[in-house]
């Protein structure tokens, strides 16, 4: 299993276990066990509604591609930590990892 931790808006934090192999991102994780996130493009990088902050762990992260950076750069919000969560491979690199959702609510 594949154990990471998400913090929700309201700081309320959650350790998910996901079956290794499962071949989904964390966007689609993450709308599947029911947090609100509106996710617009649907996985293609293209609106950043998906947006996650990486508060520990994340260093064995896959790195930002430079299409992820350049809708990363268009959010006032984004810290160096921030990563969209429709470009993350669930897989061994996420675990230990706490992400705290950032993007747009629907």
Known sequence: ???FTIEDRIGERQ???IPEGIGLNLMEVLKASEYNILATCGGM???ATCHVEILDGGDSLTPVSDAELDILDTLPS???CS????Q???DETMVGTTFKIRGEEH
């Open 45 to 47: 990088a293209l609106c």
């Open 88 to 90: 993350l491979r669930v």
């Open 15 to 17: 350790t998910l276990e």
């Open 83 to 86: 990563r969209l969560a429709c």
């Open 1 to 3: 299993m594949i154990q």
């Open 78 to 80: 984004a810290t160096s």
